[in-house]
């Protein structure tokens, strides 16, 4: 069974940084593409970058494209997600997911995780 640990969250004040980490325990990457997502209060959960395990390759979201990095180690099973010049409206709990790769559809295996809470304050 495919379970996400998500951790790194907490409050920063805007232009600050965190760093995510999603481990993921009953499955090991193998060239599949795993998703860090975010879900604000009142609002649908979205995407925000993606990453293919084998290559690295990467696609991110517009509005979070130039601030985020994501990566992994695939020999600890973790995927990260380097949040730099957060802003408020980056408020959310933060999840990772595996996904299809080319797009943001989760795959039938994936169960979402319990998440990491960011808070930035202005």
């Known amino acids: 069974q495919v379970q996400h640990v998500e951790s790194g969250g907490g409050s920063v004040q805007a232009g600050g940084s965190r760093r995510l980490s999603c481990t993921t325990s009953?499955?090991?990457?193998?060239?599949?593409?795993v998703g860090w997502f975010r879900q604000a209060p009142g609002k649908e959960r979205e995407a925000v970058a993606v990453i293919y395990t084998g290559t690295g390759v990467t696609y991110y979201d517009p509005s979070v494209k130039g601030r985020f990095t994501i990566s992994r180690d695939v020999a600890k099973n973790t995927v990260y997600l380097q949040m730099n010049l957060l802003k408020p409206e980056d408020t959310a709990m933060y999840y990772c997911?595996?996904?299809?790769?080319?797009?943001?559809?989760?795959?039938?295996?994936?169960?979402w995780g319990q998440g990491t809470q960011v808070t930035v304050s202005s």
């Open positions: 997911s595996l996904v299809r790769c080319g797009t943001y559809n989760t795959t039938a295996n994936n169960a």
């Open positions: 009953g499955y090991i990457y193998d060239r599949d593409c």
